[in-house]
């Protein structure tokens, strides 16, 4: 209801109607705060080296280097609902290393949590361009399957339903959506390199993330560290998602590929994506028609992270030198006695 309100203009000064509406505003953030729920799970996933890890670093103020993720990392935050509340609202953020071999590993963080309050965030690399779809297949593809193995049919219902009213059940593409179970926010990022590609290659690639999100449900945002205002939306989008403020994160919408795209949940349409309705399948086959698309290969294991000085911990690494050095001696104790049998036999 609040979204159609005229927001005031920043150069005239405020009116009683301007006043009134932040009034309400404030009250519903206070409601939604006081009778939000307590837990939320925010699961990020996506291209490899596209900056998952450094979007999480920022949202907890983390000033530490970003490494390579190998398979799940799990980190949590806290905060008070309001000041004078002694509850405190937990977030839990998850984060996929790679999309490769990991079906498995996607049902950790829904086992863990459960579906209720889960939102999934899908990040791609807009800088390999022939990557983009193979990479939001893998995602969704590997979500859809974890989520069919867990979700009873109540659960399917009730996301169902909250789905739709997450696009507006008024939405007038709504028979032509095949919409995601929980809240989903597609992340191109590396915008800061992909602003300065061909305009049709943007074209295309915009038009097809721009169909799919909306085919799902989904929001939609471009993202670069190194532009201060992408790198806010972003922030604000995790906080939305994890602690239910800000509860506008999209302060406005941008839907021209020459611009870095910014669409809200249901805030799309075909009419001006200028196309045809289309289902995953058909989306996947014409945007691999204008820029073919690598197929998934086989993994090849990193080198052993315990000798990488980049994931060094002194603690666990003393323990580990010291567990090497029993199993060791008890190896050798071992062939000793088995050289002594067999000189007796």
Not at 121 to 141: E, P
Not at 286 to 308: A, C, G, R
Request: a negative charge; hydrophobic letters at 35%; one cysteine or more.
């Amino acid at each position: 209801m609040l979204d159609s309100l005229e927001k005031p203009s920043l150069d005239r000064p405020e009116t009683i109607q301007d006043i009134a509406i932040k009034l309400v505003e404030e009250q519903l953030r206070i409601f939604q705060l006081e009778n939000g729920p307590k837990e939320r799970t925010v699961f990020i996933l996506g291209s490899k080296g596209v900056g998952k890890s450094g979007i999480i670093n920022k949202f907890f103020d983390r000033e530490e280097n970003s490494r390579p993720t190998l398979a799940l990392e799990y980190s949590f935050g806290r905060r008070s609902q309001l000041p004078q509340d002694l509850h405190k609202q937990i977030l839990n953020v998850w984060e996929l290393g790679s999309l490769e071999n990991s079906n498995q590993l996607i049902e950790v963080p829904m086992r863990s949590h459960g579906l209720t309050n889960f939102s999934v965030i899908i990040m791609l690399d807009l800088s390999q361009t022939n990557r983009i779809w193979t990479d939001l297949s893998s995602a969704l593809q590997g979500l859809r399957s974890a989520y069919n193995r867990l979700a009873n049919g109540s659960e399917v219902i009730q996301h169902r339903e909250q789905s739709e009213e997450r696009v507006k059940k008024t939405h007038p593409d709504l028979g032509t959506m095949d919409l995601f179970w929980f809240p989903l926010v597609i992340i191109g990022g590396k915008y800061d390199i992909f602003q300065n590609f061909d305009p049709e290659i943007k074209k295309h690639v915009c038009r097809c993330l721009r169909s799919i999100s909306h085919s799902l449900g989904a929001a939609l945002v471009f993202y670069s560290n190194e532009i201060p205002k992408l790198s806010k939306t972003v922030r604000d989008t995790i906080s939305h998602l994890g602690f239910g403020s800000p509860t506008n994160p999209f302060r406005s919408h941008s839907y021209d590929y020459n611009e870095p795209l910014m669409i809200w949940f249901g805030q799309d349409s075909w009419d001006k994506i200028g196309t045809t309705p289309g289902n995953f399948e058909t989306i996947g086959i014409n945007f691999e028609t204008h820029i073919p698309q690598v197929q998934p290969t086989k993994s090849i294991l990193p080198d052993d992270p315990t000798f990488d000085p980049g994931f060094k911990e002194t603690a666990i690494d003393e323990m580990r030198a010291q567990k090497d050095e029993e199993l060791l001696l008890i190896m050798k104790q071992g062939d000793i006695r088995g050289k002594f049998e067999t000189i007796k036999t």
